[in-house]
């Protein structure tokens, strides 16, 4: 997890950078001392460059070429390692902090055409009327014709204050205009939603996306609005599915919420013994009796991960998902000078009942380079505070396994090709507003009326089985066998062979799930979409029942479950 703050004293981290600068000109190694091996490995490194910058036949890039070497070497270590160049560095500070400025909105390409995928609510995209499906000609008097995300990217973001001129054709009336925009500061939340769920409206919940600077507080203030619209409240969700992590003082600080002041949360040992740390909670809980329950899936990671592990070591709340995805390692970062910086694994972390929740040994590879996880049988055992077995290696697995419901093909090549997103804005186009987010669905000859639309488009694709198929029938014509089964073969292609039509009704609720959230975006922004897939989040509906029903979730939390 990143923590790009940290300061480390010269009697820490920063004595052996010195010590190790130290030893190039006054220590006289010897052949085998690390330092000698360093030196000499510098040396040569130095001296290849020279010698490719003076003689290679074509002219080199060399910061180009430098880049991809130092790539390559950390490559050898962990994917949580990294070189961030000057070019990179905004998108780094962006997110840690949640913040960039730019005008508020996500694109898109399809075909040579830039299009808008996404305006974030308030912002100078959405003051001046931009919306999802709007096509970009110009910035600038700039052609878009075939430029890549990439390259608009760096021609809509810039300081607040500055301004661009967009050229759009409306998604809606077809009018093209000009827009001036002034660029802002652009905040994204990490808590994008906020609401009472539960059929009395009784039970606080809360998605944290991403752990950014401040987010506790967010945490924090959403609970204490959602309990001053409802005093009564009867439980707590905090919702950490697909949250990556982020900054490990937040992590602390969110679980400081549900924890009174000096409850232990995360520990984290370095190479060095002196610069290990254990970190509690500073301060007087804001809750620390209401039932809790931490959803999690496998993309949860990082800080995400000793927030769940917290909470479960310490019997707070429970955990309800999938295992989560297993990341028990710390980064920080490192200047590198001319505005480089390296991030780098610098210690791992245990949460309070002493486990590393690592997934992967990255220290032990393979013979052929590849890394392993820790094999179920090799976890280690640990005990919450009330006894409870928990753990180690593999992630977090959950008091309570709800697994999620694999997306299926024609849904995701619906999505994919972009036809959910351009029926939402030809829906969204003749209604002029839908109900809230939550109440919102589409009646049946609404959806009747996307499957005729979609009937002429394009979107074919392979199940897993035809592929099976078509290899099946490659390595037999390779060892020709084919021309003795051909009418077989033939006769189980024709078994096999999907219908587009059939599997869209077989899976009609996922489509339209997929359809109306879509759509509840086009109204409600972000807050919009989340709130509408709520409807159908079986974790979610677990979440509700457990804390409606106290003996069961008294029993999740004794020794022996």
């Given at each position: 997890m990143n923590r790009p703050r940290k300061n480390f004293s010269a009697r820490g981290f920063l004595a052996g950078a010195l010590l190790t600068g130290t030893a190039f000109f006054f220590i006289r190694a010897t052949p085998t001392d690390p330092y000698f091996e360093i030196s000499k490995n510098l040396d040569i490194y130095s001296n290849l460059f020279k010698?490719?910058?003076?003689?290679?036949?074509?002219?080199?890039?060399?910061?180009?070429?430098?880049?991809?070497?130092?790539?390559?070497?950390?490559?050898?270590?962990?994917?949580?390692?990294?070189?961030?160049?000057?070019?990179?560095?905004?998108?780094?500070?962006?997110?840690?902090?949640?913040?960039?400025?730019?005008?508020?909105?996500?694109?898109?390409?399809?075909?040579?055409?830039?299009?808008?995928?996404?305006?974030?609510?308030?912002?100078?995209?959405?003051?001046?009327?931009?919306?999802?499906?709007?096509?970009?000609?110009?910035?600038?008097?700039?052609?878009?014709?075939?430029?890549?995300?990439?390259?608009?990217?760096?021609?809509?973001?810039?300081?607040?204050?500055?301004?661009?001129?967009?050229?759009?054709?409306?998604?809606?009336?077809?009018?093209?205009?000009?827009?001036?925009?002034?660029?802002?500061e652009i905040e994204i939340s990490s808590v994008p939603y906020a609401g009472l769920v539960g059929a009395q409206n009784n039970i606080a919940y809360v998605r944290l996306t991403q752990f950014t600077q401040a987010c506790g507080a967010q945490v924090k203030d959403a609970f204490d609005s959602l309990r001053k619209v409802q005093p009564g409240l009867k439980g707590l969700v905090l919702d950490l599915r697909n949250n990556p992590g982020g900054l490990l003082d937040e992590a602390v600080a969110t679980c400081n919420i549900f924890l009174d002041k000096g409850q232990p949360v995360v520990s984290t040992r370095y190479?060095?013994?002196?610069?290990?740390?254990?970190?509690?909670?500073?301060?007087?809980?804001?809750?620390?009796?209401?039932?809790?329950?931490?959803?999690?899936?496998?993309?949860?990671?990082?800080?995400?991960?000793?927030?769940?592990?917290?909470?479960?070591?310490?019997?707070?709340?429970?955990?309800?998902?999938?295992?989560?995805?297993?990341?028990?390692?710390?980064?920080?970062?490192?200047p590198l000078g001319f505005k480089s910086h390296l991030k780098l694994t610098v210690a791992r972390y245990y949460t309070p009942s002493?486990?590393?929740?690592?997934?992967?040994?990255?220290?032990?590879?393979?013979?052929?380079?590849?890394?392993?996880?820790?094999?179920?049988?090799?976890?280690?055992?640990?005990?919450t505070k009330a006894g409870r077995s928990v753990l180690s290696g593999g992630g977090v697995s959950p008091d309570i396994v709800v697994k999620d419901e694999p997306m299926s093909l024609v849904a995701t090549t619906l999505y994919s090709k972009n036809y959910i997103f351009d029926y939402a804005t030809e829906y969204a186009a003749k209604h002029s507003s839908i109900p809230d987010p939550?109440?919102?669905?589409?009646?049946?000859?609404?959806?009747?009326?996307?499957?005729?639309?979609?009937?002429?488009?394009?979107?074919?694709?392979?199940?897993?089985?035809?592929?099976?198929?078509?290899?099946?029938?490659?390595?037999?014509?390779?060892?020709?066998?084919?021309?003795?089964?051909?009418?077989?073969?033939?006769?189980?292609?024709?078994k096999l062979s999907h219908d587009k039509k059939q599997d869209l009704l077989k899976h009609k609720d996922q489509v339209r799930h997929v359809l109306e959230s879509e759509i509840a975006s086009r109204y409600y922004y972000t807050r919009g979409r989340m709130a509408q897939t709520m409807q159908y989040d079986k974790e979610l509906e677990k979440a509700i029942s457990v804390i409606n029903s106290p003996a069961e979730y008294s029993s999740l939390l004794k020794a022996g479950k």
């Open positions: 010698e490719l910058n003076s003689f290679y036949v074509d002219p080199i890039e060399p910061g180009k070429l430098v880049k991809t070497g130092v790539d390559a070497m950390l490559q050898e270590l962990d994917p949580y390692t990294n070189f961030i160049s000057e070019a990179d560095i905004e998108e780094y500070e962006f997110m840690t902090t949640g913040k960039y400025g730019g005008i508020g909105a996500n694109m898109q390409r399809k075909g040579d055409d830039i299009f808008v995928a996404d305006v974030y609510e308030n912002s100078p995209a959405h003051v001046a009327g931009l919306h999802p499906g709007d096509m970009v000609e110009a910035i600038d008097g700039q052609s878009l014709k075939g430029k890549s995300v990439d390259d608009l990217g760096a021609l809509l973001k810039g300081s607040p204050g500055t301004q661009l001129k967009m050229k759009v054709k409306d998604a809606y009336t077809q009018v093209t205009s000009e827009k001036l925009i002034t660029r802002g190479k060095v013994p002196e610069m290990d740390k254990e970190y509690k909670t500073m301060l007087p809980a804001w809750d620390k009796s209401l039932p809790l329950a931490v959803l999690v899936n496998h993309s949860s990671a990082s800080a995400s991960e000793i927030v769940a592990g917290t909470i479960q070591d310490l019997d707070r709340g429970v955990i309800i998902g999938e295992r989560s995805y297993g990341k028990g390692l710390v980064q920080v970062t490192r002493g486990r590393c929740i690592q997934a992967i040994d990255y220290a032990h590879r393979n013979a052929d380079g590849s890394v392993s996880t820790v094999a179920d049988s090799l976890r280690k055992t640990f005990k939550t109440k919102f669905s589409l009646t049946e000859a609404e959806f009747n009326q996307f499957t005729k639309w979609v009937e002429s488009k394009d979107y074919s694709y392979k199940t897993e089985t035809e592929i099976q198929f078509d290899s099946l029938k490659n390595i037999a014509l390779r060892e020709k066998y084919y021309d003795n089964v051909k009418a077989e073969f033939e006769a189980l292609k024709s």
